[in-house]
């Protein structure tokens, strides 16, 4: 049975318990037939309920990499929260340590730096304390994109990232697109937004430093060296 129709009739099913006469369809945007290790697939899922107006949509992409890649990946069953209403039923997300991790080699590997990785770095700044711990994400991540530690270092390195992070006007001109003009104010007034920057500039840092040292290190820096 094709991926999609089952997770199409685990979603109809679970949708029909909670709320009978609800109606899921999911709809899927394939490179080919047989996705390769490496390859993004594409899903588009659409809510309707004949007691609603309009559809619920919601684009996922699932990463394909092999699943033994996957168990040196930090990850938590979460309960959603939206309008203090929570989830009935838990997801699996990436942990903080992960995030810092997939964080540095975004950075890495993107044809141009996202200020919202500033925030989120800058954000995640003091959260975590143990450097072996941060090595080993980085290894599981580079494990799940195959990529080793000379690759991230060259891509850390470039002048457009290096450019962009100096680039602390633009930063704000970016949370600016994402906060509304109340919460920039309070965000300017309280320093917020100036913590956050330095935040990233420490925790970017640390994760260049790790690495570069990874990268001059025989056997370490590649998930080979993580067992996979």
Not at 127 to 156: K, P, Q
Not at 177 to 199: I, P
């Amino acid at each position: 049975m094709d991926f999609r129709l089952q997770i199409e009739a685990a979603l109809q099913l679970r949708a029909s318990l909670e709320m009978p006469g609800a109606a899921i369809s999911v709809t899927a945007k394939r490179k080919s037939d047989e996705p390769q290790i490496g390859d993004v697939e594409k899903l588009m899922v659409r809510w309707e309920h004949p007691a609603y107006v309009g559809a619920v949509k919601v684009k996922v992409e699932l990463y394909i990499t092999p699943p033994e890649r996957l168990y040196e990946y930090d990850q938590a069953a979460q309960y959603p929260v939206i309008n203090d209403e929570v989830s009935k039923f838990p997801i699996m997300a990436a942990t903080p340590l992960s995030i810092w991790a997939d964080k540095i080699i975004a950075i890495a590997q993107r044809p141009m730096l996202k200020r919202r990785d500033i925030h989120d770095l800058g954000f995640l700044h003091g959260i975590l304390t143990s450097d072996v711990e941060r090595h080993a994400a980085l290894n599981a991540t580079m494990g799940i994109y195959d990529r080793n530690s000379e690759d991230i270092r060259n891509g850390l390195e470039r002048d457009i990232v290096r450019n962009g992070i100096e680039d602390q006007t633009e930063f704000r001109e970016e949370m600016a697109r994402w906060f509304t003009e109340r919460e920039m104010l309070f965000l300017k007034g309280d320093g917020h937004l100036d913590r956050l920057y330095q935040g990233f500039l420490k925790e970017f840092a640390l994760g260049r430093e790790m690495v570069h040292a990874m990268s001059v290190t025989p056997g370490k820096g590649s998930y080979e060296s993580c067992g996979f």
